[in-house]
T-cell receptor, first 113, second 113 residues
């Protein structure tokens, strides 16, 4: 149980385009979902917290207009990287929680050319 | 604010050696504590957790005990395998209702055959 999927697992896009990443909790309803960014050989950096039906809460320094988050249902949250640039290249990981314990997706490797 | 401190890696062990990865925390309340494991190119997998003082979490031969008096949650395994090679993250959960985590920096473990 407690499986979280992410799609796509890997994406390459051109600079200036937008990319959407989906995060789904497959066997539980997630009251809260989180989006993280991870740089090579580093810990996870929390980008934002999203609750179903309400606006996401962004961490300090994260551009909300660049990283659009939509939590449409209790099992689906999406992260859209708008007007992507090479510095947005990273490993993006989502997590979902029914309460207290976070369950993580497998991650999405974004490469912006 | 709350924080998690993990021993720095990398940790290199021979197969069947004893493993300890130290984790200490500071928190104003009574957090839940977690260990996650990350294999290369993947998301985080929950390894074990403990929700109150003196609780012992265990899974796949790994153990950690929630020590309130020493504010520690050290990860141990009696006999490591090559397949245990990964990065291990200690985390605490904010019980203030946000379910946000504070992560340690991660400890890379390499087990040699």
């Amino acid at each position: 149980g407690a499986v979280v999927s992410q799609h796509p697992s890997r994406v390459i896009c051109k600079s200036g385009t937008s990319v959407k990443i989906e995060c789904r909790s497959l066997d539980f309803q997630a009251t809260t979902m989180f989006w993280y960014r991870q740089f090579p050989k580093q810990s996870l950096m929390l980008m934002a917290t999203s609750n179903e039906g309400s606006k996401a809460t962004y961490e300090q320094g994260v551009e909300k207009d660049k990283f659009l988050i939509n939590h449409a249902s209790l099992t689906l949250s999406t992260l859209t990287v708008t007007s992507a640039h090479p510095e947005d290249s990273s490993f993006y990981i989502c997590s979902a929680t029914p309460g207290d314990t976070q369950y993580f997706g497998p991650g999405t490797r974004l490469t912006v050319l | 604010g709350d924080s998690v401190t993990q021993m720095e890696g990398p940790v290199t062990l021979s197969e069947e050696a004893f493993l300890t990865i130290n984790c200490t925390y500071t928190a104003t309340g009574y957090p839940s504590l977690f260990w996650y494991v990350q294999y290369p190119g993947e998301g985080l997998q929950l390894l074990l957790k403990a929700t109150k003082a003196d609780d012992k979490g265990s899974n796949k031969g790994f153990e950690a005990t929630y020590r309130k008096e020493t504010t520690s949650f050290h990860l141990e395994k009696g006999s490591v395998q090559v397949s245990d090679s990964a990065v291990y993250f200690c985390a605490l959960s904010d019980r203030g209702g946000t379910y946000k985590y504070i992560f340690g920096t991660g400890t890379r473990l390499k087990v040699l055959a």
